[in-house]
């Protein structure tokens, strides 16, 4: 008996990389949309406009609100002033912004992508800029697949440049948050800017234009790791953008019996900015900007039926409305069966709980180490070659390097003092001496002043090896402001 062996499996040859297929986004209007240009304006205003507000710091200081000032390794936000050592505030605020998305997606879904996320905001820019320059939907199809005649050039160039400007304004508001703001301006223009300022425009112009105007919905889709594990952050009770299936199905037309409210126009998938099917259920690519909601709404209103086919709406009500109209025929009984169900967001819960949690420990840590702030500080280094110098009238010298950094604008003349054994001398070089012939240390209007200190131990005075030794500073009454502990060495013997 002969065995016919398997047949091996076919397949089935093909591109191995699928070419892009350009998404056609329609223009919606309704609530969600309002919302979404609200929040454009608002964030868009925002990014152009705080460059150039002012804020008075005082002589010396730079006027501009906010500023990154590399030069002098200074951090600006109205009243807040960081230095490089405070980095931990920076990092407190980085903090306190991931948890605060991981709280915020926990309970509304992806509105951060949907609303307010930069590629979000700019790529709506771009899209608004499009549809004036080469129309809707349709428009932009036939345009595309149309020749390539002169209508077609005229329309690519104007939209291109527009683009283009829009790109080059973003990268110019960048490099102000980096530079006085009037001072690069004029600059850039005249063609006085650094190879650095004209460096970082052109690589955040050719940024948002690429972004923005090319790349889009694939950003989202295979370029932004946040899609990959913010489900991760959603349970039952967050609220995000479904599709109402138990309602809807089965589709059909209008006047076809037994169908449910969903017609299959189309008309949430036209609309959508990365060109899914809202219908087929939560989805990797879906930024949640709701704008299927209106769309849908907008066709509902039209067939005299009812809005909220889509919605935003929690998995726990979208299951319980399932279960509680399963067998039901499609109508006005069924839809009220399933919102009878519905309950409310279920906002406390373990989850949200731990992020709040982690919020307020955070903001707490965060504001105690910002009232606990030094605006003064001494630092001491002592030289660590040669460890000491022998004198040639026998006595021991050891060096030391003082770092005086103030925080605040103003100088300070304070006296330092020298806290040890009886008979150690402190000589400050190019320092003034007050009434009692202490050395006085000037500090800096905002900045580090260095001094030069010895320490010098007379022949005849018995110490150890290592000798602790302290530097004071003094304040106007006498009192200590700042001490640093170091030592005084000398042979062993």
């Known amino acids: 008996m002969s065995v016919i ?3 091996a499996p076919q397949i089935e040859e093909g591109p191995l990389y699928a070419s892009h297929q350009k998404v056609y986004p329609r223009a919606v209007q309704g609530v969600v949309r309002r919302v979404k240009w609200a929040v454009l304006i608002l964030l868009l205003g925002l990014y152009y406009i705080v460059p150039w507000l002012r804020w008075d710091r005082g002589p010396n200081a730079p006027d501009q609100a906010v500023l990154v000032d590399m030069g002098h390794a200074r951090l600006f936000f109205f009243w807040f002033e960081l230095w490089p050592q405070e980095i931990y505030f920076l990092t407190g605020i980085l903090v306190l912004g991931a948890i605060g998305l991981f709280a915020v997606t926990s309970l509304f879904g992806r509105v951060w992508c949907g609303f307010t996320c930069p590629q979000t905001v700019w790529t709506d820019l771009f899209m608004w800029i499009e549809r004036r320059i080469e129309g809707d939907r349709n428009a932009r199809i036939r345009l ?33 948050y980096f530079n006085d703001a009037p001072t690069v301006t004029w600059a850039m223009l005249t063609g006085q800017a650094s190879l650095t300022v004209y460096g970082f425009f052109a690589l955040f112009t050719a940024t948002t234009y690429v972004l ?32 109402r299936d138990w309602r809807g199905e089965p589709r059909g037309k209008p006047t076809d019996p037994g169908a449910g409210d969903c017609v ?5 998938v036209h609309v959508c900015p990365t060109g899914i099917d809202i219908r087929d259920g939560q989805q990797l690519e879906c930024i949640g900007c709701g704008l299927c909601v209106d769309a849908c709404d907008d066709v ?10 889509v919605a935003f709406e929690t998995l726990k009500n979208l299951a319980a409305s399932q279960a509680a109209t399963k067998g039901m025929a499609p109508g006005p009984e069924r839809l009220a069966r399933g919102m009878a169900v519905r309950t409310r967001q279920k906002v406390i819960r373990p989850r949200t709980l731990v992020y709040a949690g982690v919020i307020g420990a955070a903001l707490i840590v965060m504001l105690g180490a910002w009232l606990l702030r030094e605006t003064l500080t001494l630092t001491v280094l002592r030289d660590r070659a040669p ?29 330092l003092v020298l806290e040890g054994p ?7 070089q190019d320092a003034a001496l007050d009434a009692e012939g202490r050395p006085l240390l000037t500090t800096r209007d905002d900045g580090i002043t260095q001094w030069r200190a010895l320490v010098t131990a007379p022949e005849g005075l ?24 170091t030592v005084f060495l000398g042979p062993d013997r």
């Open 300 to 309: 509902m209103k039209r067939l005299d039926r009812p809005t909220g086919l």
């Open 212 to 243: 923005a105007g090319a790349a889009r919905e694939q950003v989202c889709t295979y370029m932004c790791p946040w899609p990959r594990f913010q489900g991760a952050m959603l349970d039952e009770n967050s609220l995000v953008v479904t599709y």
């Open 422 to 428: 009886p008979g150690l001398r402190l000589v400050v």
């Open 387 to 415: 460890l000491y110098v022998r004198l040639s009238d026998g006595g021991l010298r050891n060096g030391y390097t003082l770092k005086l950094a103030n925080k605040l604008r103003g100088e300070l003349a304070l006296p």
């Open 144 to 176: 595309d697949q149309g020749p390539k005649d002169r209508a077609w050039w005229r329309a690519k160039l104007i939209k291109h440049g527009a683009w283009l400007a829009i790109a080059m304004a973003t990268g110019g508001a960048w490099i102000m």
């Open 5 to 7: 062996p398997p047949r």
């Open 462 to 485: 018995r110490l150890r090896g290592s000798t602790p030794i302290s530097f004071r500073l003094l304040d106007a009454e006498g009192r200590t402001l700042l001490r640093h502990s």
């Open 264 to 268: 299959d126009c189309k008309a949430c």
